[in-house]
């Protein structure tokens, strides 16, 4: 009887002593940690629920270095299964990879719109109405908006150096001209050649270039078109937009063909071309409403028309500045 308590117990320490055996293995290869999901998806076997948060958090931290103001979050909440898996397994996985790809972005955009058109773009609200405001100090009539927006990557931001230099186009584009004082009105005008004795528009010391209004392409009617193209047949009279110096008149191998330029004083100058005629000459002093050239087709047209052009030392301004001032 003795002896079958013995051997009972003998087999009981062992089978505890294999059984430790086999576990202590075990915990030496395998560890405990939690299988880790989002929104249905594997990401991950993490050693517990605060290790998520603490990467998690890195991400987060690593995505606001772009943009404090960034929104990041999850689709879902993370789901956690407890599991045991080779520590070898565990080192190999890059977690932050897999967590980085399930993580959403929102950043907000601040679009800077003049005339219809965006031209920067900011991740700081006061930076957009800093320039909105710099542009209305300039151009007070100009249409301008700030559009916000929500995206999930930030592309295309405006630099301050860039904003500088596309502030300084649109108002060198818009701004109005500032004309030299009046002179007295000019009350003996040229006739017009070729079309009977017609009288220029005049008002004041200013002439409107041509007998027609009708317009054949706008300024900038398509890139690069710095002037405003005025329906007229060949032979239409041409006529001094103001008072000045006759500083070109001749070919102009550019594409304006037969041309008229006229310096005003102050920086101002203006520009007729693709005539037929012209009546002038350089060095020639001429009054607002005299005529100075006939309408033509030559340089760089699609057909006969005035093609007027303003430019303010030196950078091609919107001729409607000007051209507005006459009723």
Same mark, same amino acid.
């Given at each position: 009887?003795?002896?079958?308590?013995?051997?009972?117990?003998?087999?009981?320490?062992?089978?505890?002593?294999?059984?430790?055996?086999?576990?202590?293995?075990?915990?030496?290869?395998?560890?405990?940690?939690?299988?880790?999901?989002?929104?249905?998806?594997?990401?991950?076997?993490?050693?517990?629920?605060?290790?998520?948060?603490?990467?998690?958090?890195?991400? @987060?931290?690593?995505?606001?270095? /772009?943009?404090? !103001?960034?929104? +990041?979050? $999850?689709?879902? *909440? &993370?789901?956690?299964?407890?599991?045991?898996?080779?520590?070898?397994?565990?080192?190999?996985?890059?977690?932050?990879?897999?967590?980085?790809?399930?993580?959403?972005?929102?950043?907000?955009?601040?679009?800077?719109?003049?005339?219809?058109?965006?031209?920067?773009?900011?991740?700081?609200?006061?930076?957009?109405?800093?320039?909105?405001?710099?542009?209305?100090?300039?151009?007070?009539?100009?249409?301008?908006?700030?559009?916000?927006?929500?995206?999930?990557?930030?592309?295309?931001?405006?630099?301050?150096?860039?904003?500088? @230099?596309?502030?300084?186009?649109? /108002?060198?584009? !818009?701004?109005? +001209?500032? $004309?030299?004082? *009046? &002179?007295?009105?000019?009350?003996?005008?040229?006739?017009?050649?070729?079309?009977?004795?017609?009288?220029?528009?005049?008002?004041?010391?200013?002439?409107?270039?041509?007998?027609?209004?009708?317009?054949?392409?706008?300024?900038?009617?398509?890139?690069?078109?710095?002037?405003?193209?005025?329906?007229?047949?060949?032979?239409?009279?041409?006529?001094?937009?103001?008072?000045?110096?006759?500083?070109?008149?001749?070919?102009?191998?550019?594409?304006?063909?037969?041309?008229?330029?006229?310096?005003?004083?102050?920086?101002?100058?203006?520009?007729?071309?693709?005539?037929?005629?012209?009546?002038?000459? +350089?060095?020639?002093?001429?009054?607002?409403?005299?005529?100075?050239?006939?309408?033509?087709?030559?340089?760089?047209?699609?057909?006969?028309?005035?093609?007027?052009?303003?430019?303010?030392?030196?950078?091609?301004?919107?001729?409607?500045?000007?051209?507005?001032?006459?009723?």
């Amino acid at each position: 009887m003795l002896s079958t308590l013995k051997f009972v117990l003998f087999t009981v320490i062992s089978l505890l002593l294999v059984f430790t055996a086999v576990y202590v293995t075990i915990l030496n290869t395998y560890k405990p940690v939690v299988r880790t999901y989002i929104n249905g998806k594997f990401v991950g076997y993490f050693s517990d629920e605060q290790q998520f948060d603490e990467i998690y958090n890195d991400l @987060v931290t690593e995505k606001q270095s /772009i943009d404090e !103001n960034v929104k +990041v979050y $999850l689709e879902s *909440e &993370p789901t956690f299964e407890k599991s045991y898996i080779k520590d070898s397994l565990l080192r190999q996985q890059n977690v932050y990879t897999n967590l980085r790809a399930e993580i959403k972005t929102e950043f907000t955009i601040y679009k800077v719109v003049v005339a219809g058109e965006e031209q920067m773009t900011f991740t700081a609200q006061d930076q957009a109405d800093e320039y909105i405001q710099k542009i209305k100090a300039e151009v007070s009539d100009i249409d301008t908006s700030v559009d916000v927006q929500k995206v999930s990557e930030l592309e295309n931001v405006t630099s301050l150096d860039r904003a500088n @230099v596309i502030l300084d186009d649109i /108002i060198a584009r !818009n701004k109005p +001209v500032e $004309l030299p004082p *009046e &002179p007295e009105p000019v009350v003996v005008y040229t006739p017009a050649y070729g079309m009977g004795a017609v009288v220029p528009t005049l008002m004041g010391n200013l002439a409107w270039p041509t007998v027609s209004r009708e317009v054949n392409c706008d300024y900038w009617g398509y890139w690069g078109h710095n002037g405003v193209d005025l329906r007229a047949s060949v032979g239409t009279p041409v006529y001094a937009f103001m008072d000045g110096t006759v500083e070109f008149a001749g070919w102009d191998s550019s594409g304006y063909g037969e041309c008229v330029k006229i310096n005003h004083g102050n920086g101002m100058k203006t520009i007729y071309a693709h005539n037929s005629v012209l009546h002038v000459t +350089v060095g020639q002093q001429v009054t607002a409403g005299q005529l100075i050239a006939s309408s033509g087709n030559t340089g760089n047209t699609t057909g006969p028309h005035v093609h007027f052009e303003v430019k303010m030392n030196g950078v091609s301004v919107n001729p409607w500045n000007v051209l507005n001032q006459i009723p």
